[in-house]
């Protein structure tokens, strides 16, 4: 699957009005309650009440969609930086980036597999027992409307259009 949107309209959409771009940033933990607790805590507090006030419903598959990119910079970029995500909220798309500190998303051939959304051929192991199975990232690929690595500044840049199955207007479910 391709992106459902070209990078250029991506970032486009965020130049327009009506949008919310907040940047959080966390430490890194060992404790994965702590990274489920940071994703619920931007779900419940960010994500889901700029959509409610839109008159938009969002699926609770959005917070394992913000969760697993979280997990994966938390395990496995082997550094002390902290975690760094950007929320971009607009009415036609959710977009969230990623940065962790670590080099992956520096790699051209990282940014080939994610965009073209193919495993990696060399697996990245971590010390947390949950994860590193692979799922979150089949996830993401399956789930993702748009993802994009940028190499130069080691960013993951994922996003759902709204008109998806992940969301839905009010009118239509009443």
């Not at 391709?2 to 907040?22: G, M, P, R």
């Not at 940071?38 to 419940?44: D, G, Y």
């Not at 507090?45 to 394992?64: H, S």
């Not at 949950?130 to 994922?158: C, P, R, S, W």
Request: hydrophobic residues 40%; proline residues 3%; neutral net charge.
């Amino acid at each position: 699957m391709n992106n459902l949107i070209s990078i250029d309209n991506f970032f486009k959409t965020f130049n327009s009005k009506n949008v919310s771009l907040e940047n959080f940033t966390y430490p890194k933990t060992p404790d994965i309650g702590c990274i489920r607790k940071i994703a619920k805590q931007l779900f419940i507090e960010k994500i889901k009440p700029f959509y409610n006030q839109q008159d938009i419903l969002v699926n609770t598959a959005v917070f394992n969609f913000l969760l697993e990119p979280l997990k994966n910079g938390n395990f496995y970029s082997f550094n002390n930086e902290p975690l760094e995500v950007e929320l971009m909220l607009s009415s036609k798309l959710l977009g969230i980036s990623y940065f962790d500190g670590g080099v992956y998303f520096t790699r051209e051939d990282v940014k080939q597999c994610w965009e073209s959304r193919v495993f990696h051929p060399n697996k990245t192991y971590s010390s947390e027992k949950q994860i590193g199975f692979g799922l979150g990232t089949k996830f993401i690929y399956e789930m993702a409307d748009f993802i994009f690595v940028d190499t130069i500044f080691n960013k993951l840049y994922t996003g759902l259009l709204t008109d998806k199955r992940f969301f839905a207007k009010r009118e239509d479910i009443i």
